[in-house]
C-alpha cells in the first residue's frame, strides 16, 4: 500500500504542474528522498530511465565490438538438413539480451529466474507480485530497479497513456465479431502515425542514434496498450454486450492495476493475477514467432509500431499464443465427457486414449524445457493461494500428477511436464474473465515489454538488418550428390553439417 501512497502522491504532483522545474519541485515535495534526483527535459521519470540508458549503451557497444573483434570467427554449433527443414529449432543465429531460456531453470530475463525475480523486483503489496513497471526497467537497463525508479516510471508510462482521439474511432469502427487480437494489431498501426522514431529517420537522424527514437515510441506504444486492451474487451468480449469507453485510469494503480480497472475489476486478487501475467509472458528468448517477427521487421527500420504488429499477428497463431485457449476447452471437453470431479484413474484412461488415437495434451511439452515450466510453477502456487477449492483448479492439479508419468511411458515425449498454458486460463475464469478469445490480447500486452525492449537494443546495437540464406530442396539433393552422402557415415559428415 506505501508504494500505491507513493505513486498517487508523485502522478497527482505532476499533473498539476507545466514546466519543467515546476514538476522536479513537485516531485521531490511528493515523495522526498524516494525519487532519483536526476532532472528530466519533458517529465522527470523519463530521464531516470534514459540516463541509465545513455550510460549502458556505449559500455555495451564496446563490449559487442570486443565479442566480433576477439570470437567473430567462432563457430555457435552445426546445422543440419533436418534443422533447417523443422523449423530451424535449435539453430543459433540471433542476438537476444533481455532474456535467456534454460532447459533446467526455465526462462531468465536479464539472467534472473521468475523465482529471483518475484524475491526481488519491486511489488505493489508486501510480499506480492513484480510490478510490471519494474520487469520493464529490469529488461531494458539490465539492473533490478529501485522502488523510487519503479515509481517513476509508472507515473511516466501514466503520463503517456492517453489514447488519441482517432485510435479510439479506429477500434469503435471494427465489427465487434472480430478477433480481439486483429483488433489489438489494427489499434497498434493506427498509433504509428505517432512515431517519433519515423518522424526521425526521415528527417535523416544519424543511426546511432535511433535508439532514443525507439526507446520513445516503446514507452509510448507500452503505455497505450493497457487502454486498447480495455477498450477491446469492454467491446467484444465482455458478458452483457458491448461498453462503450473504458473506465478512467486511477492515479493511485500501478500498470497492471489499471488494466484490470479499465476492464471493469475490482478485485484486488484480479490486480496481483495482472502483475504475475504480465510479468511471466514478458519475454522468452528471441527465437519464438512474436519475438523474432518483431525483431525481423525492426531490423528494416520499421518503428516499434510496425514491428510490434507483426509480432502481434505471430501471437495470434494457434501454434504460438492461442494455447491457453486450446486448454480451457481441453478441459471442458474433458469434464463434459467424464463429470465435474474425474477421478485421476480416469484422468489417466482419458489422457491414454487421447494419446492412443493421434492426440496431444494440451499444455504439457515445451521445444527447450526439460522440467516443469516455472511459470506454471509460479500460477500454481498462486491458484493455491487464493483459490485453492476451485474445481478447475483441483483438475489441472490432479493432472499435473497424472499426465507427466503417462507421458513418459510413450519414450517419444522429451518433456513430459506442464508449461505456462497449463494453468493461465484457469486463473482467468475464476477471477470473471471467461472470454477465452481476449487471453491472447493480455499475452500480446505482456509481449510488448520484453521484444520492444530489445528492439531498442537492436537499434542501440547497430544490428543489421536480418538476411539469412535459404535453399531448395534441389540445391540440398544436388549438394548431397556432389559431397556422396547419403544418410550413412562419412569421414565429411561434420562438413555436410554445417553446409546448409
Known sequence: MAFRRVLSRVASSVRQTSKPRDVIKAVEDAAPHRLSSTLPQRVPELVDLRDTMEEVVPEQRERLAEIKAKHGDMVLGDVTVNMALG???GIKGLLWETSQLDPLQGIKFRGLSIPECQAQLPS???????LPEALLWLLLTGEVPTEDQAVS?????????ALPDAVCQVLWSLPPSLHPMSQLSIAVLALQRTSTFAAAYHRGAHKRDLWRYALDDSLDLIAALPEIAARIYNRSCKEGGARPGVRAAREDLDYAGNLAHMMGFDDERMDELMRLYLTIHADHEGGNVSAHATHLVGSALSDPFLALSAGLNGLAGPLHGLANQEVVAWLH???????????????????RRGLARGRVVPGYGHAVLRVTDPRYTCQREFALQHMPDDPMVQLVSDLYEVVPPILRETGKVQNPWPNVDAHSGVLLRHLGLTNANFYTVLFGVSRAMGVLSQLVWDRALGLPLERPKSVTMDWIQQEAADR??????????????AAV
Open 87 to 89: 523449423g530451424m529449432r
Open 124 to 130: 505493489a503489496l508486501d510480499g506480492g507480485q513484480p
Open 153 to 161: 516510471l509508472a507515473v511516466e508510462l501514466q503520463d503517456r497513456a
Open 333 to 351: 471437453g474433458l469434464r463434459a465427457e467424464l463429470g465435474e470431479r474425474p477421478t485421476k484413474e480416469q484422468l489417466g484412461e482419458h489422457v
Open 484 to 497: 556422396g552422402f547419403n544418410g550413412d557415415a562419412h569421414p565429411d559428415t561434420h562438413a555436410t553439417k
